[in-house]
Structure formats: structure tokens, C-alpha cells
């Protein structure tokens, strides 16, 4: 008895793709600081020294 292996067909959802390469290089910081305690560039900055690291 042989077998044979499904046909593989490949599909690319371009919506999908460009949603995603339009966010490339983007990541988010979650925090539990409110607005009132740190604004983005704080969030950052107590990022693990982040802003430093960003202007080298």
C-alpha cells in the first residue's frame, strides 16, 4: 500500500502583509504607570536606560 502527501498550496493575504509591514520596527511598552506618573518618553526612559541606548 502506498501513500501519497497532500498537495501543499500556499497562500499570501496581502492586507495581512501590509498591515503588518506598516507596524515594522514598532513594539509596545506595556506599563501600569498612568499618564499622571510617566508620560511616553519616561516610560521609556525607565525602559532599562532605553533612551540611552536609542541615541548611540
Keep these: 500500500m502506498t501513500t501519497r502527501a497532500?498537495?501543499?498550496t500556499w497562500h499570501f493575504d496581502t492586507d495581512v502583509l501590509q498591515a503588518?509591514?506598516?507596524v515594522d520596527g514598532w513594539y509596545a511598552l506595556l506599563t501600569t504607570l498612568t499618564p499622571e506618573q510617566a508620560d511616553p518618553a519616561e516610560v521609556l526612559r525607565?525602559?532599562?536606560g532605553q533612551d540611552a541606548?536609542?541615541?548611540r
Design 46 to 48: 525607565r525602559y532599562k
Design 53 to 55: 541606548v536609542e541615541r
Design 6 to 8: 497532500a498537495p501543499l
Design 20 to 22: 503588518e509591514q506598516a
